[in-house]
């Protein structure tokens, strides 16, 4: 049978959904990916001496595969959103699960955050599936003696580990799918990098002793979903049109 793929959400969009699908009949074989969102670097304030932050950790990966529903249920997703440094700072997890018996199917959980001012890297988060699960790298610590923030660790990919960022380098993201980390700031203040997507962990921000207003850490990169399945051709409408991210179910 041919293979009919979709993203969720469509190419990289911070809408995290949730987004409803429904299972229509001759699909088999479903392949689900989560990607998790990356965590925060950390904010530097400086009201005295200069501060340097650290990196938030990379998103990880579920994979689930050779799946077979029932013809009519009803799947929900969740994309992560990447944290922030002004909000919550853990990316949040990429979920697909049962919408009727609440089941979680495949998980890519988020990386940990990093709160103001700390100098300690954040974890790279895990992943649940029954294939396979990869893990996001972690944070680098800063160091204020070396003048350096802290790098954001690597997101995981599918086939692959992210890397851990390794002083102010962010870690390099894991095949297939996995964001780069953020580099942090060597000898310089200002905002940390972006994590970059999917799921690669911000990194750590730099504030020189001139206000105690704060300079903020870059955020982690949003998840993402995946779905892949095979069909019958003589369906082919019936699929695409049940497996809109748009449809919500009906109550």
């Known amino acids: 049978m041919p293979t009919y793929s979709n993203t969720w959400p469509p190419g990289y969009s ?41 990196g938030g950790g990379g998103g990880g990966v579920g994979v689930t595969t050779g799946a077979t529903y029932t013809a009519g249920s009803v799947l929900r997703i969740y994309c992560g959103v990447g944290g922030t440094s002004d909000g919550t700072h853990n990316g949040s997890n990429s979920i697909v699960s049962d919408n009727r018996t609440h089941t979680s199917l495949c998980i890519g959980y988020g990386g940990n955050g990093v709160a103001g001012n700390s100098t300690s890297g954040a974890a790279g988060g895990g992943g649940f599936g029954n294939f396979s699960t ?46 780069y980390g953020g580099d942090g700031l060597n000898g310089s203040g200002g905002i940390g990098s972006e994590g970059n997507a999917y799921g690669g962990g911000g990194a750590g921000s730099a504030e020189f002793p001139i206000s105690a207003d704060g300079v903020p850490g870059g955020s982690g990169a949003h998840g993402a979903v995946y779905i892949s399945y095979d069909y019958a051709v003589n369906i082919l409408m019936n699929v695409i049109t049940a497996f809109s991210p748009r449809y919500v179910p009906p109550v």
């Open 134 to 179: 990869y893990i996001g790298g972690n944070g680098a610590n800063s160091n204020s003696t070396s003048g350096y923030s802290g790098g954001g660790g690597g997101g995981a990919g599918s086939g692959h580990n992210g890397t851990n960022a390794s002083t102010f380098h962010g870690g390099k993201g894991g095949s297939v799918g996995g964001g």
């Open 14 to 54: 911070p809408d995290p959904g949730p987004f409803y699908i429904t299972i229509p009949r001759g699909v088999s074989n479903i392949q689900i990916i989560c990607w998790g969102a990356g965590g925060c670097g950390g904010r530097a304030t400086a009201p005295i001496v200069a501060t340097y932050s650290a």
